[in-house]
């Protein structure tokens, strides 16, 4: 996968890997001319967004991952859809974690990607279904 950021490329190449390694399905798209986001704040997006699609789609037995970065006028969207099959827990829009174990080192990973977002004057979206959990971030990114 290669995009106009080497640190973008590593992070969804890595998490690709991990997805094929646990045989869930993942597509992801790059369409973007440049990243106008931190190194810090992209980290937290991706790896906090994928590691938690990760998680939940090797829930599923036909796990699923759809991965969007793509440039729209000036803003860079960036959209993640995976399969789950657990029930969402949110309560006045807070979403909390499923995990069962060492509790109280989950549910922080939403928390920093809502954090990261706002920092770079953006917007973030969270729409879960049934089956689909979809998280769509809207961020600055222009010259």
């Known amino acids: 996968i290669e995009s106009p950021s080497v640190l973008v ?5 890595e998490k690709s890997m991990l997805a094929q390694q646990k045989n869930i399905t993942c597509e992801i798209t790059c369409a973007f001319p440049y990243l106008e986001a931190d190194d810090f704040a992209i980290t937290t997006i991706l790896g906090n967004l994928l590691d938690n699609a990760l998680t ?4 599923c037995s036909k796990g699923w991952i759809h991965v969007s970065l793509r440039q729209a006028d000036m803003l860079l969207l960036i959209t993640v859809d995976n399969s789950h099959q657990e029930t969402i827990r949110e309560k006045d829009g807070v ?3 499923t995990k069962t174990e ?3 080192l989950h549910g922080i ?4 990607v809502e954090r990261a977002v706002k ?3 953006g917007e973030m979206k ?3 279904t049934e089956d689909t959990f979809h998280v ?3 961020l600055p990114n222009y010259r």
Do not use: D, R
């Not at 490329?9 to 190449?13: G, K, Q, V």
């Not at 939940?56 to 829930?59: D, E, H, M, T």
């Open 95 to 97: 979403f909390t974690s």
């Open 119 to 121: 920092q770079l004057n």
């Open 56 to 59: 939940a789609a090797a829930k």
């Open 9 to 13: 490329s590593a992070i969804l190449n």
């Open 109 to 112: 990973g939403i928390k920093n």
């Open 126 to 128: 969270i729409s879960p």
């Open 136 to 138: 769509k971030i809207s």
């Open 102 to 104: 060492q509790v109280h």
